[in-house]
């Protein structure tokens, strides 16, 4: 009978604890694409933005909508820093949880090549043991040496 891995059990805790990390890992891969999806938006605001204000600009534009554009194209400029760093904030989480799946994939992996190990030995005493067996039966099978 194969003898029981005995690592068995922090193998288990270990896929369990991976298992968790890369669901935290997906779900702070999901909030950085989001995050870059909105300064992406607003970026693209800008761009139009400022495609309007050089046409309005190009037909003649009174000074109080010119100071409207202006101020809508600063509260952009501050929205977007404000995005770029929740972008920055959710790469340094993502790449920080990265680092910590890692570890915890490298251990359950190193776990995982004990257990073959283990298996592969165990496989081989049991090959030994039923090759043993069947030698002594068929020493016992065989009729004594006799001596001329």
Known sequence: MAAPFRLQTVLELAARRLDVATAELQKLRARLQQAQARLDQLQGYRTEYEASLAAALSQGLPADRLRDFQAFLAKLARAMEAQGAEVARCRQSWEEEHQ???????????????????????????????????????LRGRPPDRET
């Open 100 to 138: 910590r799946w890692m570890r915890l994939r490298n251990r359950e992996q190193a776990l995982q090549v004990l257990r073959a190990r283990h298996e592969r030995n165990e496989a081989l005493r049991g090959a030994r043991a039923e090759q043993k067996q069947q030698d002594e039966f068929a």
